[in-house]
């Protein structure tokens, strides 16, 4: 039986072989740390999505929260033409809204549990006479 033992050659074979194997151990590092990057990155752009959809939601439940005050006072103030007084941090869902009546303008504050915040300002016409209960809205201004 004839037994194979690779031959040395000297130093010089000894360190060369090892130095192959450093370059893919380096090369296999560097992979490692770009992919690190690729999806920390990933992390960072889903985060901010997420972020973005709360504040797209946020702000569309105050905005929610604004109308629900300005339909409030119409509603009041088809019942009652001569209605003024408003409504002072009105609680709804969440949050509140604050209605102010001043001329033929309407305007509805609301803010959420989280701080967001819309406001709505409606222009209007009443009838007069017999259609005392009729409130027309001739312009609308969300958020200005």
Same mark, same amino acid.
């Given at each position: 039986?004839?037994?194979?033992?690779?031959?040395?050659?000297?130093?010089?074979?000894?360190?060369?072989?090892?130095?192959g194997?450093?370059?893919?151990?380096?090369?296999?590092?560097l992979?490692v740390?770009?992919?690190?990057? +690729? *999806?920390m $990155?990933?992390?960072?752009?889903? !985060?901010?999505?997420?972020?973005l959809m709360?504040?797209?939601?946020?702000? #569309? =439940?105050?905005?929610?929260?604004?109308e629900?005050g300005?339909?409030?006072?119409l509603?009041q103030?088809?019942?009652?033409?001569?209605w003024?007084?408003?409504?002072?941090?009105?609680?709804?869902?969440?949050?509140?809204?604050?209605? +102010? *009546?001043? $001329?033929?303008?309407?305007?509805? !504050?609301?803010a959420?549990s989280?701080?967001?915040?819309?406001?709505?300002? #409606? =222009?209007?016409?009443?009838?007069?006479?017999?259609?005392?209960?009729?409130?027309?809205?001739?312009?609308?201004?969300?958020?200005?």
């Open positions: 039986m004839e037994h194979h033992f690779p031959l040395f050659h000297g130093p010089s074979s000894f360190i060369h072989h090892q130095s194997s450093g370059s893919v151990l380096l090369v296999v590092v992979l740390a770009l992919l690190a990057a +690729v *999806v $990155g990933h992390l960072q752009v889903n !985060t901010e999505e997420i972020q709360r504040n797209h939601v946020g702000g #569309a =439940e105050a905005l929610a929260t604004a629900a300005l339909n409030d006072a509603a103030l088809r019942q009652d033409p001569g003024r007084v408003g409504y002072a941090d009105k609680p709804f869902g969440s949050g509140f809204y604050t209605v +102010v *009546v001043g $001329g033929s303008t309407v305007t509805s !504050t609301a959420t989280r701080g967001f915040v819309a406001k709505i300002q #409606a =222009e209007i016409t009443r009838g007069t006479g017999d259609s005392a209960s009729v409130v027309e809205v001739s312009k609308l201004r969300i958020n200005k």
